[in-house]
Nanobody
Framework: QVQLVESGGGSVQAGGSLRLSCAAS????????VRWYRQAPGKQRELVAAITSGGSANYADSVKGRCSISRDNAKNTVYLQMNSLKPEDTAVYYC??????????????WGQGTQVTVSS
């Protein structure tokens, strides 16, 4: 079984920074693509950033230039560095990862989410 745990959320003022972490644990054989999503109250969940197993990254236009996604494969952890935060970045941020377990099953896994609140 595989688990994802996000951390690093919090409350900051506009212009501030946060680094979110997504740590995977359990019977992991390999972690493939990992994505960060966010969902604000009353809005649909949206993709923020994604990183492949090889380290290629993509970003939503709304965060491009302000966010950076990276991964530490030795720690089974993916990070989302967010700078120049805006009130519209306020949301619950979720990690989603495609993971092959040691039994060779491939599953799409979600974390429980971490709240980011940006005040003006």
């Amino acid at each position: 079984q595989v688990q994802l745990v996000e951390s690093g959320g919090g409350s900051v003022q506009a212009g501030g920074s946060l680094r979110l972490s997504c740590a995977a644990s359990g019977s992991i054989f390999m972690i493939y693509d990992v994505r960060w999503y966010r969902q604000a109250p009353g809005k649909q969940r949206e993709l923020v950033a994604a990183i492949t197993s090889g380290g290629s990254a993509n970003y939503a236009d709304s965060v491009k230039g302000r966010c950076s996604i990276s991964r530490d494969n030795a720690k089974n952890t993916v990070y989302l560095q967010m700078n120049s935060l805006k009130p519209e970045d306020t949301a619950v941020y979720y990690c989603n990862a495609d993971i092959r377990s040691t039994t060779r099953s491939l599953t799409s896994n979600w974390g429980q989410g971490t709240q980011v609140t940006v005040s003006s």
